[in-house]
């Protein structure tokens, strides 16, 4: 059996997993640790380095993390400490690890994971994978490959930033029904439609486990599914682009 350890570092935790990675499961326990605040480099570095010692691995790691990755630097800080932008986030996970770890965007972890193991597998043409969280993550997937770092979460709606209308932190903290919530994303995705014109849109995150309880009520274009992996895909995404990586 092929594994690798999958990390994935959001605003409120850090959480990993072994990764079974012929069939995109744990193996064992995913571990979890709040995410240390303020969420600067070294405080998240140091809070990953600890979480992972119980796994005594030593085979590839990877890393979503909730910005751009060019070139192993981190070029964003949308929903994170502002001193990550410009930070050499793969040698710095490096370094601190002790072993090679590839870092990669959080929503490209999860669209990995889609289209390899999930909802996106075996489909055709393109797929754009929304993960509704703290913010807006987007993966771009064409035939089963993905573009990394596209940004759609700060694509502009009516002048604001697409996570500030329809991420699902926007629905829990104005309190907004789950019909006033689907229309805020409805109109996210026409935009977004109009600029990639994709033939399925998936959602994840959390929230994608009450698809029912709001898919029904979008009016979109496109057909639009929930994402399978639900929250396991960032983890289990990076773990398949570290093995690939190696
Ligand atoms: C960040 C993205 C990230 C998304 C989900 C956005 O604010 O800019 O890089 O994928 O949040 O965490």
Same mark, same amino acid.
């Given at each position: 059996m092929s594994t690798a350890l999958g990390i994935d570092?959001?605003?409120?935790?850090?959480?990993?997993?072994?990764?079974?990675?012929?069939?995109?499961?744990?193996?064992?326990?995913?571990?979890?640790?709040?995410?240390p605040q303020p969420a600067t480099p070294d405080a998240i570095v140091a809070a990953t380095a600890e979480l992972v010692v119980p796994f005594q691995h030593d085979g =590839? %790691?990877?890393?979503?993390? =909730?910005? =751009?990755i060019v070139g192993?630097?981190?070029?964003?800080?949308?929903?994170?400490?502002?001193?990550?932008?410009?930070?050499?986030?793969?040698d710095?996970?490096?370094?601190?690890?002790?072993?090679?770890?590839?870092?990669?965007?959080?929503?490209?972890?999860?669209? %990995?994971?889609?289209a390899t193991y999930g909802a996106a597998k075996?489909?055709?043409?393109?797929?754009?994978?929304?993960?509704?969280?703290?913010? %807006?993550?987007?993966?771009?997937?064409?035939?089963?490959?993905l573009v990394p770092n596209t940004e759609?979460?700060? %694509?502009?709606?009516?002048?604001?930033?697409?996570?500030?209308?329809?991420?699902?932190s926007v629905r829990e903290n104005h309190?907004?029904?789950?019909?006033?919530?689907?229309?805020?994303?409805?109109?996210v995705i026409n935009v977004i439609d109009r600029l990639f014109w994709p033939d399925l849109v998936l959602l994840g995150g959390g929230v994608s486990r009450k698809a029912d309880k709001f898919v029904p009520f979008l009016?979109?274009?496109?057909?639009?599914r929930a994402a399978t992996l639900e929250n396991a895909a960032g983890i289990v995404g990076a773990a398949t682009a570290a093995a690939a990586r190696r």
């Open positions: 570092v959001g605003g409120s935790g850090i959480k990993a997993a072994l990764v079974d990675l012929d069939r995109g499961e744990f193996i064992g326990d995913r571990v979890r640790v709040d995410t =590839p %790691i990877g890393v979503g993390f =909730p910005s =751009p192993g630097v981190t070029t964003m800080a949308a929903n994170i400490d502002p001193q990550w932008v410009g930070a050499r986030a793969d710095l996970f490096t370094a601190a690890l002790g072993a090679p770890v590839a870092v990669i965007n959080d929503a490209d972890a999860a669209g %990995i994971a889609e075996d489909v055709q043409g393109v797929v754009i994978l929304l993960t509704l969280g703290t913010g %807006i993550g987007s993966a771009l997937i064409h035939n089963g490959v759609m979460g700060h %694509i502009q709606v009516r002048g604001k930033d697409a996570e500030h209308r329809a991420a699902a309190d907004l029904s789950w019909h006033k919530w689907a229309d805020h994303l409805s109109e009016d979109v274009r496109p057909p639009v």
